[in-house]
């Protein structure tokens, strides 16, 4: 629920809380947090680094990642490449 906070913080403009807290966060995230932290990053504004965390959930598997085209959260990311070129990747075009 920290991250829903972190989020939230983050859409607020809360900026330097948000960082506090993501620090707290993946303290005890045992590093299973990519996926969340690309939400907040994305509600903060740094697309980038939201994507680069979405591909480091890619690679560790995340199942959130299920989420990539439907979550809101993730709205501030539409309409980028690498947004497109991951969801292709976790979500294929049924056949």
């Known amino acids: 629920m920290k991250a829903v906070l972190a989020w939230t913080l983050a859409r607020a403009g809360r900026a330097d809380e948000v960082r506090r807290l993501l620090v707290e966060i993946e303290a005890g995230s045992g590093g299973a947090f990519a996926y969340q932290r690309a939400t907040v990053l994305a509600a903060l504004g740094e697309r980038e680094a939201a994507l680069t965390s979405l591909e480091q959930a890619a690679a560790a598997r995340d199942p959130w990642l299920v989420l990539i085209g439907v979550d809101p959260m993730l709205d501030p990311l539409g309409g980028h ?13 049924a056949g």
């Open 81 to 93: 490449p690498r947004l497109a070129s991951l969801a292709a990747r976790v979500r294929p075009a």
